[in-house]
């Protein structure tokens, strides 16, 4: 068997035929992508609602009367907005790859992009320990203030240890997590990116 | 044109690019939807900038290599590509080479050798692509050679 000439190849490979599907199906999977899409917009937009009023709730009624512990709460609540606020922001941010430019630009703004979320979540994910952390510290300070000396130190030590413990570890961890994926990708990428401009 | 005649025009034509971007019938036909149904979403917003065609070619030439991505989310062995082990015993040996051949070149060569026999006019290609036509020119050629070598290797 040689290869086929030119026209040979050409009528070969229109030798590939596939029943075209009913264009319902199009509608129906297009519309079940954008409801998934907003189930879990508001499914976390809910949780962080639902946790920003039971975390108000829980300061209205403990009536604190140090500035300390509302900054504190103030903080928290900011932690887990950004946290969200990520999350959300990505979302929009893949959607501006506009794919209907050439292989060449489209590479171009996939890797810009790729760029802008590796910062983005590496600057949120310190951002986000930062203010958890501190938030905690500040809220604790009215209710150890009361504890017996002995108690409060226990508990600021075990704190402590576990603000060390999240910031060594986890924080750590999920950076190098996004970072390793985003890594793998950008070099795929830039490699996609080689092959149109090497010279033919 | 209305959605449904893009869709029955270029169905057939979309398809055939995303198999030799993957060479798996089943995965090619789900890139193919995701083509089209972001050429639904858009349609609105088409300007006639370009061709339609070139348009259509456009985004899934950019869904096919956008596929890496995809490819990382999703947990190995649970692709199509991997649940679909069993080979799929085709009567057209030729035309099974002939994929196999192109799944084996560089993703940008696979798309560019799969637009030039859909018939695609090396201007549109070079539009598509971001290149010059000069280059897609030559690309076609070194292309169509490495792949007789292959398609010549498989035969024997």
């Given amino acids: 068997m040689n290869m086929p000439n030119n026209t040979d190849l050409k009528a070969l490979w229109n030798r590939q035929a596939s029943p075209v599907p009913d264009s319902k199906e199009i509608y129906a999977r297009a519309n079940s992508y954008k409801k998934n899409q907003t189930i879990t917009l508001v499914r976390m937009n809910v ?25 504190g709460t103030v903080m928290v609540i900011m932690a887990m907005v ?29 890797l810009k992009l790729k760029a802008k979320q590796r910062f983005l979540q590496t600057t949120m994910t310190n951002l986000y320990y930062v203010l958890l952390s501190s938030g905690m510290f500040l809220y604790m300070m009215e209710y150890t203030g009361r ?53 033919p | 044109m209305t959605f449904e005649e893009i869709y029955t025009t270029y169905w057939q ?19 193919c939807q995701e083509t089209f149904i972001k050429v639904w979403e858009q349609l609105p917003k088409f ?44 009567i057209d040996k030729e035309l099974d080479n002939l994929y196999k051949c192109i799944s084996e070149l560089a993703e940008t060569d696979r798309i560019i050798i799969s637009l030039e026999l859909e018939d695609v006019k090396q201007a549109e290609i070079a539009s598509i692509v971001g290149i010059s036509e000069a280059n897609v020119r030559v690309k076609i050629h070194r292309i169509k050679e490495k792949l007789t070598q292959k398609f010549n290797e498989y035969a024997q």
């Fill in chain 1, 47 to 71: 949780l962080l609602i639902l946790t920003s009023v039971f975390i108000i709730w829980v300061v209205w009624t403990a009536k604190p009367q140090m500035l300390s512990t509302k900054i």
């Fill in chain 1, 82 to 110: 950004i946290h969200l606020a990520v999350y959300n922001r990505i979302i929009p941010l893949l959607k501006k790859v506009n794919d209907h430019t050439n292989i060449n630009e489209y590479l171009q703004n996939l």
């Fill in chain 1, 147 to 199: 504890m017996k000396s002995a108690w409060s130190i226990v508990t600021y030590g075990l704190t402590f240890s576990w603000i060390v413990f999240s910031w060594f570890y986890f924080r750590r961890r999920a950076i190098k997590k996004h970072e390793q994926a985003i890594n793998e990708l950008i070099e795929k990428f830039e490699g996609l990116e080689k092959q149109l401009r090497s010279e």
């Fill in chain 2, 13 to 31: 034509r979309v398809f055939r690019l995303c198999m030799g971007y993957v060479n798996d019938p089943d995965w090619a036909k789900d890139i």
């Fill in chain 2, 47 to 90: 300007r006639n900038e370009a061709s339609v065609g070139t348009w259509v070619f456009r985004i899934a030439s950019n869904n096919c290599l956008g596929q890496i991505e995809k490819a990382q989310r999703i947990p190995k062995g649970t692709l199509l590509k991997d649940v679909a082990e069993v080979p799929q015993q085709s």
